[in-house]
């Protein structure tokens, strides 16, 4: 089963940026999708970025322009790359897998944009 592990958080001003990381271990064979979700505080876990198997990618409507997800087959890695951040950002982000059908989840990574 895959492992997962973020990193690349950390604290931010408003238009600025950052690029989170997922490295992935364990069996990747049968990974249907990657995505990336967030949790701001008080509120629930939310979809940000997702790239389907074929390279087909969906954004949710407040990051789209702004982020980018994409992926290094080679090193097993999917990346978050946030640009002009703004403080509704602040959350906890998630790297997940789809995996057979069942969800794998990291620890997080905090980002908080502020001044």
């Known amino acids: 089963q895959p492992r997962l592990e973020e990193s690349g958080g950390g604290l931010v001003q408003p238009g600025g940026s950052l690029r989170l990381s997922c490295v992935a271990s364990?069996?990747?064979?049968?990974?249907?999708?990657m995505a990336w979700y967030r949790q701001a505080p008080g509120k629930q876990r939310e979809l940000v970025a997702i790239i389907f198997e074929g390279d087909i990618i969906k954004y949710v409507d407040s990051v789209k322009g702004r982020f980018t997800i994409s992926r290094d087959n080679g090193k097993n890695t999917l990346y978050l790359q946030m640009n002009s951040l703004k403080s509704e950002d602040t959350a906890v982000y998630y790297c997940n897998v789809d995996h057979y059908g069942r969800d794998y989840w990291g620890k997080g990574t905090l980002v908080t944009v502020s001044s």
């Open positions: 364990g069996s990747m064979f049968g990974v249907n999708s």
